[in-house]
């Protein structure tokens, strides 16, 4: 069936490295990805969106990568600070036919460490 | 900057016993969701509302579960028979509008439902 997963259920980084989530999804009818931030406490808060006719979409600080040939999407974060500290998810949308939902991946906790 | 809020934060129930989780969204958004996260697991869409009905559900959203606009400012998630397997944080969310993207949901701080 449909699936969107993540490929590590925690990262750690030193604060001021760079930090790649990754995230695999199944379904080849999604055009649409958003990575999601959740901190402690909160809810999830969009970051970054990316369509399926891209490949690389660039944020303050943060870049998503798109590689549709294996179904893979990656939020690479630069100077990871530790306000970056949360965990992080993907989410899939289909824009036509695929209605009003967010599909989510399981997500990642990422740890930055000073 | 406009927040969906939720309340209450953390809500204890008995097996058997009905809820209400209840969700202010933002005050000019139209489309209004409910998703669940149990514990450690990725969070799961419930149900999408529009216009004043339901516009879709998914497998999760069963006969026990029932959302509701009573007027101009809240959203509710009514559960009427809770289970155990109910136990999850329960996230509000809410979107502005259908065109355009980014295809932003905002989401609110969940309430945690615990039951026993």
Known sequence: ?114 | EPEVTQTPSHQVTQMGQEVILRCVPISNHLYFYWYRQILGQKVEFLVSFYNNEISEKSEIFDDQFSVERPDGSNFTLKIRSTKLEDSAMYFCASRRDSGGLPYEQYFGPGTRLTVT
Request: aromatic share 8%.
């Open chain 1, 1 to 114: 069936g449909e699936s969107v997963g993540l490929h590590l259920p925690t990262l750690s980084v030193q604060e001021g490295d760079n930090s790649i989530i990754n995230c695999a999804y199944s379904n080849s009818a999604s055009d649409y990805f958003i990575w999601y931030k959740q901190e402690s406490g909160k809810g999830p808060q969009f970051i970054i969106d990316i369509r399926s006719n891209m490949d690389k979409r660039q944020g303050q600080r943060v870049t998503v990568l798109l590689n549709k040939t294996v179904k893979h999407l990656s939020l690479q974060i630069a100077a990871t600070q530790p306000g970056d500290s949360a965990v992080y998810f993907c989410a899939e949308k289909r824009l036509t036919g695929g209605g009003n939902k967010l599909t989510f991946g399981t997500g990642t906790q990422l740890k930055v460490e000073l």
